[in-house]
């Protein structure tokens, strides 16, 4: 009886340390090697289980040959890296794909030769119910919301609008730049802040400093979508830093189940141009209360 208590206890042991089933090869593609990408890269080679995942790195985008090792998922970071891997990957192997807009992420998804295969995006947007509760949060006096909107962005608008919590949405099309600043200039006077939304034909490095320059001169504040707009000149943005988008990533990769085809980003960060902010006259919250409020209505 004792030998076979024994043999019971020594096989749970056994089992109990054995390593993790192995999961398969990764390829890490990468649109650049530098700046977010190399912030993205490290931290996923991090945080994935290298027990189970086995990670083959392709720093460049225009590197990327399918081949040894064969690739049982495909990580993209940027939208060069997404448009390699449509093009050139065996049409069974599944992508997730990171660090980039929903719009061009959709873009690219149309563009793209028709192949069978399961395909997520990870996007950088903003779940609208978290936009919407930041702008309460930072601007609670603030109710008439201005959003310059595109063929890109346009059909974005109704969700926005169906989270809104009390928020009314003006907008303007803006879909080439000959009529960027007409309807920005007829936006403003109806609003009392305008939300840009990660929409690469208006927030353009060569617009982006006349649309500032002309919200300020009408004492709008800017609510942006990345640390480096708030740098430029934008009063706010809440946003995901590419470190927290390779650690979520790494969270699908582990869990069970069909994942769905966009997913928004679970973690954030906020930033505030406090400059900005006191040559506006406006009292702002600082970063760490308005994170503590959005994590209170269930943001993470």
């Not at 090869?25 to 090697?33: A, M, Y």
């Not at 929903?102 to 873009?107: M, N, V």
């Not at 189940?257 to 141009?273: D, E, H, M, R």
């Amino acid at each position: 009886m004792l030998a076979k208590v024994s043999a019971r206890f020594l096989l749970c042991l056994t089992l109990l340390l054995a390593p993790v089933a192995w999961a398969g090869n990764v390829t890490l593609l990468l649109s650049d090697s530098a700046g977010p990408y190399a912030e993205f890269s490290s931290t996923f080679s991090e945080a994935l289980n290298s027990r189970r995942w086995s990670i083959h790195l392709v720093p460049k985008a225009d590197a990327y040959t399918p081949g040894a090792p064969t690739a049982d998922l495909i990580v993209t970071a940027g939208s060069e890296a997404l448009r390699q891997a449509l093009q050139r990957a065996p049409p069974g192997t599944p992508i997730l794909a990171t660090l980039l807009p929903r719009q061009t992420f959709e873009r690219l998804l149309n563009e793209a030769p028709r192949a069978k295969r399961q395909l997520t995006a990870l996007v950088l947007d903003q779940p609208p119910a978290r936009l919407s509760a930041f702008i309460r949060h930072l601007l609670p006096g603030q109710s008439r919301i201005g959003v310059l909107s595109s063929s890109e962005t346009r059909h974005l608008l109704p969700t926005l609008r169906q989270s809104s919590a009390g928020l009314q949405f003006e907008n303007e099309d803006a879909d080439n730049d000959a009529a960027l600043l007409t309807a920005l200039n007829n936006l403003l006077p109806r609003v009392g802040v305008l939300l840009a939304l990660p929409d690469a034909s208006i927030y353009r490095r060569e617009s982006i400093k006349s649309i500032l320059i002309t919200t300020y001169r009408q004492q709008r504040p800017v609510i942006a979508y990345s640390s480096a707009f708030v740098t430029a000149g934008a009063l706010a943005a809440v946003y995901s830093t590419p470190a927290q988008i390779a650690r979520q990533a790494t969270q699908l990769i582990e869990q069970t189940g069909t994942l769905p085809a966009i997913v928004y980003p679970s973690q954030f960060a906020i930033a505030i141009n406090a400059n900005v902010a006191q040559a506006l006259g406006l009292n702002v919250a600082d970063e760490a209360s308005l994170r503590q409020r959005l994590l209170g209505e269930g943001g993470q």
